[in-house]
């Protein structure tokens, strides 16, 4: 059945908005376009108006709306904190927009076990907070940790700036409660390390909403560090930088975190909320070490004579928490204060092995060169895993369609170079024209197998993560293809 545009009820849709609303009740199932216009995007470019959207709040609610979409053959959305970059969230086949906003408990913390059980609508920072007093914290930490959720995090395998030390998503989720596609409610995975069988619960985490709903999720839990050090290094040069970055791991050392911020980005952090980046400066690195306060001193002294060594003009460690905290505000906010410098920006997610960030720095300034648009750099440099933002107004206009396609250049050059098109964001909309780029096409239908497992009618976030049938095999030439009704 195909769904009228908001605000306008056909029969067929009005009897699936009767069945939702005695679901949940009618507060929580929206039609009208003033109630469902601030579902129309995620934090993507991409754009799309809902026809219904849907607040369960529980997981008895979740299988019944699940039940209920099956019935009327529509597709369904799940959705976060709407904090996602790929348009992952974006109803772009239409359908019930499924928010999870209202599952936002914490059930269950185990320190002795050091987990928690959490719904999906938990806001990322929330679960530290939570033990943070017991000494506890919880490791994934995505740069919108404050208005992220768990589900979402789930949902991309998100990481963070200290991803380089403790993993992404994946290595801190045990198991997941589900809901498929015929309203049947499942755990994959436990309470417990390494379960027996396949690892269905490793196959959710990243699918990106495609096969199902989570609905709860076990999550580890670690120790608070004893000892936490942070030092800014200032380069005149970027190259100079990136190769300190090779340096820093080559020599064995691990930090906690190890990030990167070009001119650009300093200069909007310093424009819109200054944290004492010096604005002179071609790049700077935020290094953390932590552990044992005497294998923190030991590395903070091998991290700072690598750096100066490497050309740094200055090291600044951070000589208490106030002043660690404000780094990491520079960091943390450097994709919000892109509004200094330009209306629009677009981020992008590629990823290179460490040992070539010299030379993709150096293709993303000929890409910017190319395409006329400035790009600004700020990333998970111990990783590998770039966030070129290109800035652009898009009032202007063909400037959208050279971003577009600066940004396939981007993700061309990280694989050629031999990266990927994704580090934490996901695929989505976005990136899913490119995915042939890394895969064949018995690779992808190998992949869609697995997803018709879950997912048989194809019915969960359609139009994400695969290239329609007609692109599959022209992928590797032709940009993003854009569902009928989606503007960006």
């Known amino acids: 059945m195909a769904l009228k545009t908001a605000g306008s009820v056909g029969a067929g849709q009005a009897i699936l908005v009767r069945e939702l609303r005695r679901i949940v009740g009618e507060p929580y199932v929206l039609i009208e376009r003033e109630d469902v216009i601030v579902y129309e995007q995620d934090g993507s470019i991409f754009q799309v108006m809902p026809e219904i959207v849907v607040l369960p709040a529980d997981v ?21 904190s709407g904090t996602g970059l790929a348009g992952g969230a974006v109803p772009a086949e239409g359908g019930i927009v499924l928010s999870l906003a209202r599952l936002n408990r914490i059930l269950k913390i185990d320190l002795q076990n050091r987990i928690a059980v959490v719904e999906p609508g938990v806001i990322n920072i929330d679960v530290t907070k939570a033990v943070a007093k017991d000494g506890f914290f919880y490791a994934p930490d995505p740069s919108s940790q404050a208005a992220c959720s768990v589900g979402g995090n789930v949902a991309n395998n998100s990481g963070g700036p200290h991803t380089l030390a403790y993993g992404v998503t994946t290595n801190h989720v045990l198991g997941v409660e589900v809901v498929l596609d015929d309203g049947q409610i ?19 985490v990243g699918s990106e909403g495609t096969m199902g709903i989570v609905t709860k999720a076990v999550v580890r839990l670690m120790r608070t560090r004893e000892s936490v050090r942070t030092l800014l290094a200032i380069f005149d040069q970027m190259d100079r930088a990136t190769r300190t970055v090779v340096d820093i791991t080559g020599a064995g050392i691990i930090p ?3 990030e990167m911020i070009d001119r ?30 005497e294998h923190t001193e030991r590395s903070m002294k091998l991290v700072r004579d690598i750096c100066t060594r490497s050309g740094a003009r200055e090291v600044r460690v951070a000589k208490d928490e106030a002043e660690r905290q404000l780094l990491w505000k520079g960091r943390k906010g450097a994709f919000g204060a892109m509004g200094a410098l330009a209306p629009n920006y677009y981020v992008q997610d590629g990823v290179v092995p460490r040992s070539k960030l010299p030379e993709i720095m150096k293709r993303i300034a000929e890409i910017s060169k190319q395409f006329d648009l400035r790009i600004a750099n700020v990333f998970h440099a111990g990783d590998g895993n770039l966030h070129p933002n290109i800035l ?54 190998c992949m869609s197998r697995v997803r018709r497992a879950f997912d048989p009618d194809g019915r969960f976030n359609p139009a994400k993560l695969f290239p329609t049938p007609i692109s599959c095999g022209e992928v590797r030439l032709q940009p993003a293809n854009i569902p009928a009704g989606l503007w960006i």
């Open 60 to 80: 008895g609610q979740v299988s019944a709306v699940v039940k209920a979409a099956k019935q009327a053959n529509v597709p369904i959305i799940p959705r976060g």
């Open 186 to 204: 499942l755990w994959l995975g436990g309470e417990v390390p390494d379960t027996p069988g396949y690892d269905l619960c490793g196959v959710f």
């Open 256 to 258: 906690a975190a190890l």
């Open 264 to 293: 650009t980005t300093i200069e909007a952090v310093e424009t819109g909320a200054p944290v004492g980046f010096p604005r002179d400066a071609e790049a700077v690195l935020i290094v953390e070490v932590e552990g044992l306060t």
């Open 392 to 445: 652009f107004d898009m009032r202007t206009p063909g400037e959208l369609d050279r971003v577009i396609e600066a940004g396939a250049a981007t993700l061309r050059a990280c694989i050629e170079l031999g990266g990927s098109i994704t580090g934490e964001h996901g695929v989505g909309i976005e990136k899913k024209a490119y995915i042939g780029l890394l895969f064949n096409e018995a690779d992808l239908e």
